[in-house]
């Protein structure tokens, strides 16, 4: 007698064969009558993709005999029109649902409006990028963001001419910023960092690794928990270029510890004539307290209190594009410039004009127009209310959705200690575990990416534009889910 193993493993083998040859797909006649600009071999890996996808989709359960068959015979249509369909990019919008404000895998922070307005103007012809209007000569790409920059730090009443103080430039990312500064201000001489800094940051790139490679000596003083003023002091040599405070980025530590306050380095490196240098890392340019959160370090106030040379991300709390922001002493800044890693290190047109329109946006007071901005503004009751209006609306099969309070957090190496009151969507489905669904939300169209808690996916609408409600509700709605029979069966398989 059959067991319900060996009857469902020969279910699914009877649906395997069913599926047709490569050979056979190809002499349909949709296939057949393809333009002769498709070459056999893009026609061939069509087919074998398409029924790679159908294999996976037996072995997952989701057929039954009749719903293969409509499926087989639809296939020489379906591949036909993708091949004749532009290609469809790697690189594609998502919904992000999962509340973490700057998902670093998300593409952190998402530009404003003004910003893809103004990138889409200048992308789409010719820019004076590095051609001074007023003269007809050749100008500097810096100019356009650098006295953006300078107007930031002049919200500091201690920086009084930053004009005249200061200077700023832009490279790719943070972790250049960083580099390019030690490799030009410190390249056979030693830089001071606390134990309880040497961070590692998103792709395992350590600081220790980023100090080696600048050709700066690390000199570590401290221990992880506890670092003191005299050990700063007491490292001191005549071959100490800078000493560096780290943005311990995506960790906190609480309990038996202790390090300088940052005016305690300064006052140090003033009497000993050695600049300061803050990876102040978030680029943050207004104050987090309305939100309730404590501690954030901001952009202008590091040099405000008389940093040297300080560094951030542009694509952090910030909310502008990926890049890295050098400002600090004239005299500092311009002895990087002249470094020709900085060349090889800096941005294009495309970043510039993201960053202008930002920038702008925070000296115009128009802040709210940032999307990170926006999101971190929100109320848990805006968003009880939204999550409510989306679930209303949910209508799929076995899906059941119910609003729960849930806590954002801001993500992207910022603030790892605060959390944001918030409420979120939670799915639980009759037939599929969470894995399962959460894996079907990013099958969807637009894919929707949301987290797992206590086998329930929950869909944070902090995160989620307002705007893309109407398609987070669409592809809800539209999930392509399993039979629960073929479920069963297929999880029963060996």
Do not use: W
């Not at 193993?5 to 069913?18: C, D, F, H, V, W």
């Not at 510890?257 to 000993?272: D, M, S, T, W």
């Amino acid at each position: 007698m059959k067991t319900d193993s060996t009857s469902n493993l020969s279910t699914r083998n009877e649906l395997y064969r069913m599926l047709p040859s490569v050979s056979d797909l190809l002499l349909a006649e949709p296939l057949a009558q393809l333009p002769l600009s498709r070459s056999h071999d893009a026609v061939v890996d069509a087919a074998r993709a398409a029924l790679d996808g159908l294999r996976d989709e037996i072995a997952e359960g989701v057929h039954s005999r009749q719903s293969l068959s409509g499926a087989i015979a639809s296939l020489p249509v379906a591949i036909a029109g993708e091949l004749i369909r532009p290609r469809r990019f790697s690189l594609r919008p998502v919904i992000n649902a999962t509340g973490v404000v700057l998902h670093t895998n998300l593409g952190r922070a998402p530009l404003s409006r003004q910003a893809l307005d103004h990138l889409a103007r200048i992308a789409g012809g010719y820019c004076n990028l590095e051609f001074d209007l007023e003269s007809g000569q050749r100008g500097s790409r810096d100019v356009h963001v650098e006295s953006l920059i300078l107007a930031i730090l002049g919200r500091n009443p201690a920086i009084a001419d930053p004009a005249s103080t200061h200077r700023a430039i832009v490279v790719n990312n943070c972790a250049a910023a960083t580099f390019l500064a030690l490799h030009a201000l410190a390249a056979g001489r030693e830089v001071i960092v606390s134990r309880g800094e040497l961070v590692e940051i998103g792709g395992g790139f350590r600081i220790p690794e980023i100090l080696a490679e600048s050709g700066a000596l690390l000199k570590e003083v401290g221990t992880t928990n506890r670092t003191r003023l005299e050990d700063y002091e007491t490292a001191l040599s005549p071959n100490t270029a800078l000493i560096l405070r780290v943005h311990r980025s995506n960790f906190s530590m609480e309990g038996f510890v202790a390090q300088p306050g940052l005016r305690e380095l300064i006052a140090l490196g003033k009497r000993a004539g050695i600049p300061v240098f803050h990876d102040q890392g978030t680029g943050l340019v207004e104050p987090l307290e309305p939100l309730g959160i404590d501690g954030e370090p901001m952009f202008h106030d590091s040099l405000g209190e008389g940093c040297d040379l300080v560094a951030a991300s542009g694509d952090k709390l910030l909310g502008g594009p990926q890049c890295g922001v050098l400002a600090g002493k004239r005299e500092l800044v311009d002895r990087i410039r002249r470094r020709p890693l900085f060349r090889a290190l800096r941005v294009d047109k495309l970043t510039y004009a993201a960053l202008e329109a930002t920038l702008t946006a925070y000296l115009s007071g128009g802040s709210e127009s940032i999307p990170v901005q926006r999101m971190l503004a929100l109320t848990a009751s805006q968003i009880r209310h939204r999550c409510e209006q989306v679930t209303s609306r949910i209508g799929a099969s076995g899906l059941k959705a119910d609003v729960v309070p849930v806590e954002s957090v801001i993500g992207g190496g910022s603030a790892p200690r605060a959390r944001l009151g918030s409420f979120a969507v939670s799915l639980k489905h009759a037939h599929l575990c969470a894995d399962e669904l959460l894996a079907a939300l990013r099958r969807a169209d637009p894919a929707v990416v949301g987290r797992i808690d206590d086998d329930l996916v929950l869909l944070d609408l902090r995160t989620v534009d307002p705007v893309s409600d109407e398609a987070l509700i669409e592809a809800l709605n539209g999930l392509r889910l399993a039979e629960p029979r073929l479920v069963d069966e297929a999880r029963s398989l060996p």
